[in-house]
């Protein structure tokens, strides 16, 4: 575990900023969610793309990424 002086960071009044990390277990526990049909992923997928469309798909994520 990372340790931080947290004097220096109110000193020199810098902002921390960090993520949730998951273990391991909870990516199973989310995979066995969606398998039991608890959990529906459809309300993620925005486009769906025919693999022979892997033009028209790079295009698209260029756009999005660009966006972000």
Same mark, same amino acid.
């Given at each position: 575990?990372?340790?931080?002086?947290?004097?220096?960071?109110?000193?020199?009044?810098?902002?921390?900023?960090?993520?949730?990390?998951?273990?391991? @277990?909870?990516?199973? @526990?989310?995979? @066995?969610?969606?398998?039991?049909?608890?959990?529906?992923?459809?309300?993620?997928?925005?486009?769906?793309?025919?693999?022979?469309?892997?033009?028209?798909?790079?295009?698209?994520?260029?756009?999005?990424?660009?966006?972000?």
């Amino acid at each position: 575990m990372a340790t931080v002086d947290l004097a220096t960071l109110n000193d020199k009044e810098l902002d921390l900023n960090t993520t949730m990390m998951y273990r391991h @277990e909870d990516y199973l @526990e989310a995979i @066995e969610l969606v398998e039991a049909g608890k959990v529906s992923l459809t309300p993620l997928m925005s486009r769906h793309f025919a693999s022979r469309t892997g033009k028209r798909l790079m295009s698209t994520l260029t756009i999005i990424v660009k966006l972000l």
